[in-house]
């Protein structure tokens, strides 16, 4: 039996740039030991890259009335083709390196219950990697000098256990609010929410919002209004990793530091997660975008 499932759901690949950076990302998880991959969709071209690369391809799963996967439907998919101790939703443009599967084994070692996710680097790529011998020396290399470490908002992996996430609403893949609900469901039901920035590297491959309609952000989509519903509400969809509890450090699980941000996100969040006090939370939020205004 493998370690880790990865799943996705890609988009078309019609779009050449997106063909180019997708096929990077899933090619590099393939590069890693002990892994099972899912990809889910019948969009362009999926089929072709999931027979080239040799990994599980589920084409049929619910949609959204835009024709995006939903997440319920998704991580349901995944657990049914492979059965592994964890899993990984992992967003299709990310590459990945051998440190995501050493943090996967090491905390899962220490916890029987987590969610591990990261900041991400962004990078400009436009052509196919080669993944001859040391490419992945390489390419980190070229992310520390041209890259930039994104902030600490929107996640594009979690790691989790077969025993969490066993359900969860019919969250839109690729609009808004679905990444941090993942955060505060782990704040909520009691088990860490580890940021491991420090030791895993993952490159996003950036790129413009063609897929979408009008070509704006994800965010901006009419289906971020129905994931924040399905959240709870506007608070559940203000975590990020500044909300998580713990941090991964030369592989020892460490308390989340209190710096100003983090004391700050504390204070907020902390009659939401106590005592479901959704309004005092929101009334400490506005307080604080007073108090930091320009």
Excluded: C
């Excluded at 996430?165 to 941090?180: E, H, K, M, T």
């Excluded at 971020?224 to 998580?244: H, V």
């Excluded at 020892?252 to 983090?262: E, F, G, K, V």
């Amino acid at each position: 039996m493998s370690l880790i499932t990865l799943f996705s759901a890609p988009k078309p690949f019609t779009n050449p740039h997106i063909a180019i950076i997708q096929r990077n990302a899933i090619r590099s998880w393939k590069e890693l030991p002990d892994v099972q991959i899912v990809l889910l969709g019948d969009e362009p071209g999926l089929a072709e890259i999931a027979a080239e690369l040799n990994v599980i391809h589920l084409r049929q799963i619910p949609r959204s009335e835009s024709g995006a996967p939903l997440m319920d439907a998704m991580f349901r998919l995944a657990r049914e083709a492979s059965h592994t101790p964890l899993y990984a939703i992992v967003n299709a443009d990310i590459i990945l390196f051998q440190d995501f599967i050493h943090a996967a084994r090491t905390v899962s070692a220490q916890l029987e219950r987590f969610v591990l996710l990261g900041q991400r680097w962004d990078m400009d790529i436009h052509t196919p990697l080669d993944f001859s011998e040391g490419w992945a020396e390489r390419l980190r290399a070229s992310a520390l000098q041209h890259g930039n470490l994104h902030r600490p908002a929107g996640s594009d992996y979690f790691i989790f256990p077969h025993t969490t996430y066993q359900s969860l609403p019919a969250f839109v893949i690729g609009r808004a609010g679905w990444d941090n609900w993942m955060i505060y469901h782990a704040r909520k039901s009691g088990f860490p929410a580890i940021d491991a920035t420090h030791d895993v590297m993952i490159i996003h491959q950036n790129h413009d919002y063609s897929h979408l309609p009008g070509g704006q952000p994800h965010y901006k989509h009419p289906e971020t209004e129905i994931n924040i519903r399905l959240a709870g509400g506007r608070p559940m969809t203000r975590f990020t990793l500044l909300d998580t509890d713990k941090r991964l450090l030369n592989g020892q699980i460490l308390p989340q530091r209190l710096d100003s941000a983090h004391l700050w996100r504390h204070i907020e969040t902390w009659p939401l997660l106590a005592f479901n006090a959704v309004k005092l939370s929101n009334a400490l939020w506005r307080i604080k975008r007073l108090l930091h205004k320009p």
